[in-house]
């Protein structure tokens, strides 16, 4: 019944931008963990960055200042902004949602950053 759908990845040279974008539905969405990690090939998934209901946020040292987490809680929708983006940034990011004790995740869409 829950589900995430993700959109925003794609080809983008080193030093430009992308913002992802993952709409919930079926989960008290403003209650909600929200986080970002990502998938290199080859490499374990690691975590990006997070946000709480109260709208704290907690980012990996690797993308700090470069990337932002936000949340419309009235679309039911996270946000990652990716600036400044190297190479070694591409991978493929999942979003993730946290409630009650579980976990629902995205079908992950994939960023590659061309040097």
């Known amino acids: 019944q829950v589900q995430l759908v993700e959109s925003g990845g794609g080809l983008v040279q080193a030093g430009g931008s992308l913002r992802l974008s993952c709409a919930a539905s079926?989960?008290?969405?403003?209650?909600?963990?929200n986080g970002w990690y990502r998938q290199a090939l080859g490499k374990p998934r690691v975590f990006v960055g997070s946000?709480?209901?109260?709208?704290?946020?907690n980012y990996a040292d690797s993308v700090k200042g470069r990337f932002t987490i936000s949340r419309d809680n009235a679309k039911n929708t996270m946000y990652l902004q990716l600036n400044s983006l190297k190479p070694e940034d591409t991978a493929v990011y999942y979003c993730?949602?946290?409630?009650?004790?579980?976990?629902?995740w995205g079908q992950g869409t994939q960023v590659t950053v061309s040097s």
């Open positions: 993730k949602l946290g409630l009650g004790g579980r976990q629902y």
């Open positions: 946000i709480g209901s109260a709208g704290s946020t």
């Open positions: 079926g989960i008290n969405f403003s209650a909600a963990v």
